[in-house]
């Protein structure tokens, strides 16, 4: 009877994994080969968001009056250029060939994202909405003020190239932007041409652009992003710290819950 009801709930929660709707837009990347039965955090597509004004930020950087928050902490991380290992310099003459900075190795990934939206009040809370607006929220089953936000990758494209990218800070401007970053609104933001997106000087240097280019961006499971100048830095980064991989996550949260069942 205990294998049974044990099979059932294992059956059940598989289920609830893999009921996300799955979106087929955009220019596709192809999955690494697995054995056995996939997770919705192999499976899932994600619609794109088209045609995004992105401006360029850093770690380290200090207010301006076009960008009033300094970016020395971030909305996670109190801590965040010291974590990185230092000041990700944006100027060309001190980035290294790999998209590094000169100056030190960087011990978090230089692809680094921000987008308008924080899920957490606090680190006690979430906002009242997140649980029903991130589609990976039921993945992991976050504790009270936990993000299940940041190390979220991003795939970026600008004329024909795609960039990977791990979602690290909140903004342009705006925390609690849902509708556009989990929905099909146009950015709320009104300034720096309607920014929907921030970008490291890694992202810029590899797709090649400048502050106020147009971008496509969409979200992307670690399971269909190839190895490139992304998957070489970090431990915050899941190609290098392999405890990070969200497929690993998702099966170790199962496990924990399928425990809590059976010791009930």
């Known amino acids: 009877m205990y294998l049974h009801n044990q099979r059932f709930i294992l059956s059940a929660v598989l289920a609830l994994y893999c009921s996300f709707p799955l979106f087929a837009q955009g220019p596709q990347v192809s999955s690494p080969t697995s054995q056995g039965r996939k997770l919705a955090t192999q499976t899932r597509r994600y619609p794109w968001h088209q045609n995004i004004t992105a401006t360029i930020f850093w770690i380290g950087e200090s207010p301006t009056a076009r960008n009033p928050t300094p970016n020395h902490a971030s909305s996670w991380d109190t801590k965040w250029e010291k974590n990185y290992g230092g000041y990700d310099n944006p ?65 970026i494209h600008y004329k024909g190239r795609s960039c990977y990218a791990q979602w690290e800070d909140c903004g342009p401007f705006h925390t609690d932007d849902w509708r556009y970053v989990f929905g099909k609104k146009r950015p709320k933001n009104t300034k720096n041409s309607a920014a929907g997106i921030d970008l490291s000087p890694a992202v810029r240097d590899f797709l090649q652009l400048k502050s106020g280019a147009k971008v496509n961006w969409r979200f992307i499971e670690f399971a269909h992003i190839p190895k490139g100048p992304w998957s070489r830095y970090g431990d915050n980064n899941p190609f290098v710290n392999k405890e990070l991989d969200p497929q690993r996550i998702a099966q170790k949260k199962l496990q924990e819950y399928l425990e809590r069942r059976k010791n009930r």
Not at 132 to 146: H, M, Q, R, T, Y
Not at 149 to 154: A, D, I, P, S
């Open 91 to 155: 100027d060309p003459a001190a980035r290294a060939s790999d998209f590094t900075p000169k100056a030190f190795t960087p011990r978090q990934n230089p692809f680094y994202i921000a987008l308008p939206y924080n899920d957490r009040v606090d680190h006690r809370m979430h906002k009242i909405e997140a649980h029903k607006v991130i589609p990976w929220w039921k993945d992991l089953n976050p504790l009270p003020g936990e993000t299940v936000l940041k190390g979220r990758w991003v795939q």
